[in-house]
């Protein structure tokens, strides 16, 4: 650990660089050229790394007051044949951190191929959030980018293809995915074993987005509506029984399993009479409305969370009957569920502002959750009433996460920051609201900043003794120098309990350049 000490700052100083996400002129790209990128970033903090310099960085990221890393990747970019009918590509992006949950990350490994509209993918890719922005959102509460990406088989329709009737006015866009969590050497790291835990899990996700409106006729009025649906299911989880002993617990294999992942409902394995052996199921419902104008842009959007049916639909059974029919459900027994919880937001993209480009505000509200009360009918009580859902946790998987951090918004604090040894979001029924904002003052020169004050009750089984409140912000700077260079700087800081995100400030410099190879004549 002293080598590793004297290390880092040694790399800090090398003319090394990186993965720059801002493609410097698309122009340049010539057919056939393979792009590659190089990164070092390096991360300084008193505590641990504030929440918007470690979160939505696909989980390239560490709490560690130091950490940093060394970058390196290699693509053949799909999009630059899109007036080819088949296409493929690739993309190799390797890390070598420091202070990380890992030695070596993969953080990207994957080929393509498109014949026409759709796309298969093979690996592990960075895949962005659907009807939010990228850079100043809080971040998606189903299919987010605050996690590493999972290895899958991905069929996608990726960008609105207009269906051939209705004259181009309606347009789809969707994929269908299966996939492996790759954490398992970190869970047992983290639990020692002797929490739970699980190894081996498959991943499933689905989405479909429909969108109402004209790009080619002037109509600056569109509506866009989304499902995103995601599952954990088989593997082998464990956890300890009534004696104590950790355990593995039961779930289905197969291509059942597959088919009941990929067709949800129902309860969890070890919920007997009411068992579904599909695992942790859980999605979201969007909505986005936007007005294009000649010089400025605006939306406004809603990302609703659901566990289970309770808050997928609002509407469960309630009644059941009596004596021999305890089991029989009867007709117009109905519990509605309230709509709370959610994300609302609205964005402002001033086309050709300077100073200021694009304005974010959000409010994130998860408090309600079904409700405090949960309880299967039985042959005394006929009513059924689903409650305390318990957002990105699971009573027999780690929950929606990978390698310790949440796979959705970032505000349901990850399990890693948990010093117990459990994987699990101890912070999930909460109120926050989020300003971001950024700016292109120069042709080179850029800027972003993030602002989220959140108040947190803790979770329905273990509830804060009292409310906590966090504040958390960032800013940051850019510029691209010639020649593929770029050189970003941020500063972060938290205020706020540990039962929170603590108390923490931090510096984060990266440094990149990309290029490409030429194409043989």
């Known amino acids: 650990m002293k080598n590793k000490k004297l290390i880092f700052p040694l790399l800090a100083c090398m003319p090394l660089v990186g993965y720059a996400q801002e493609m410097e002129d698309n122009n340049k790209i010539a057919e056939g050229d393979t792009q590659w990128r190089v990164e070092m970033q390096g991360s300084f903090s008193k505590g641990k790394t504030p929440l918007w310099l470690n979160a939505n960085k696909y989980g390239l990221s560490s709490l560690e007051s130091n950490n ?33 949950t890992s030695d070596v990350v993969v953080q990207q490994a994957f080929v393509e191929g498109r014949w026409l509209h759709g796309t298969l993918t093979l690996g592990a890719k960075e895949y962005p959030m659907e009807l939010k922005n990228q850079t100043l959102s809080s971040g998606s509460q189903t299919l987010g980018i605050n996690a590493r990406p999972v290895p899958q088989v991905r069929l996608a329709l990726p960008d609105y293809w207009a269906l051939p009737i209705l004259h181009g006015w309606v347009q789809l866009k969707g994929h269908i995915a299966f996939g492996m969590m ?102 979201s419902w969007l909505m986005r409305i936007n007005y294009d104008a000649d010089t400025w842009k605006a939306s406004l959007y809603a990302d609703h969370f659901f566990e289970d049916d309770s808050q997928m639909f609002l509407l469960d059974y309630n009644g059941y009957g009596e004596g021999d029919e305890w089991q029989v459900k009867k007709q117009h027994r109905y519990f509605r569920y309230a709509l709370k919880d959610m994300l609302w937001g609205a964005e402002l993209n001033i086309k050709y502002g300077r100073w200021l480009r694009d304005v974010v505000v959000e409010y994130v509200y998860t408090k309600y959750q079904s409700g405090p009360y949960n309880h299967d009918h039985t042959m005394n009580i006929p009513d059924h009433v689903s409650g305390m859902d318990d957002y990105y946790n699971h009573n027999i998987y780690t929950g929606w996460q990978h390698w310790g951090q949440v796979m959705g918004n970032p505000l349901y604090r990850s399990p890693l920051y948990n010093k117990d040894g459990k994987i699990e979001v101890k912070n999930n029924r909460f109120v926050a609201y989020h300003l971001g904002f950024d700016g292109q003052p120069t042709e080179r020169l850029g800027y972003r900043a993030l602002l989220t004050y959140q108040e947190g009750w803790g979770r329905y089984h273990e509830p804060f003794t009292t409310k906590h409140r966090n504040t958390s912000w960032m800013l940051e700077g850019n510029y691209r120098f010639p020649h593929g260079w770029n050189v970003k700087a941020a500063v972060g800081m938290d205020l706020g309990k540990d039962e929170m995100y603590g108390e923490n400030r931090g510096f984060q410099l990266t440094v990149s350049k990309r290029g490409f190879l030429k194409k043989k004549k």
């Open 68 to 100: 940093g890393y060394l970058r390196a990747s290699l693509a053949k970019p799909l999009d630059k044949d899109m007036e080819k009918k088949v296409a493929w590509g690739y993309v190799l992006d390797l890390a070598v951190p420091l202070n990380y």
């Open 182 to 283: 790759t954490d398992d050497g970190w869970q047992h790291d983290f639990t020692h074993r002797q929490e739970k835990y699980a190894d081996h899990v498959l991943y499933h996700s689905k989405a479909g987005y429909l969108r109402i409106g004209n790009e080619n006729m002037f109509c600056p009025l569109s509506l866009e509506l989304g499902l995103e649906m995601a599952a954990q299911f088989a593997g082998t989880p464990y956890a300890r029984n009534d004696e104590g002993v950790m355990v593995a617990r039961p779930t289905e294999k197969g291509l059942k399993s597959l088919w009941h992942a990929f067709v949800p409902g129902g309860q969890d394995a070890t919920d007997g009479e009411y068992a579904n052996v599909a695992g942790n199921m859980l999605g």
